[in-house]
């Protein structure tokens, strides 16, 4: 009985601890062909440089994010797996505003911004973080 418990709770905890490890590193995102669109992207862009994997952008705070970002990414095994997507079409990875000020929400970052015109907009509604965008990170103009 003690076996049945023990491994019932420590083979998800493994697997949970092994998707960690893997989320942060992008050849392993990128590893999937579906992915490899975002990941030329966010090369291209020059946001690798500040942004060094892709789950400091695609995971909410705390063990409420991990535990949503680890489900995402299990679906999206399933998609990759199982799913009935057209030749070449990329899985869309989320990230909402909430996301971006985790760590943009500073003086520095919002003193950078009051020249423009901001108010009733998101981060992804300039820096091209929507459904259909190719990450580049750049403004849209």
Known sequence: MAVGVAAVVLIPAGIMWSGRVL?????????????????DGW???????YHPDCIGC?????IGGVLESELRGVRMIG????GNRAPGQSIEAKVPE??????????????SHAMLRVEGRTCPDCHKHRV??????????
């Open 23 to 39: 989320e942060h590193s992008p050849s392993f995102c990128r590893s999937c062909h579906e992915m490899q669109p975002g990941y």
């Open 58 to 62: 695609h995971s909410g705070e705390g």
């Open 43 to 49: 090369m291209a862009s020059g946001a690798a440089k």
């Open 132 to 141: 259909g965008w190719k990450f580049r990170g750049q403004l849209q103009q």
């Open 79 to 82: 998609i990759h797996f199982f």
């Open 98 to 111: 909430a996301f971006c000020l985790k760590c943009h929400a500073s003086e520095k970052v919002l003193a």
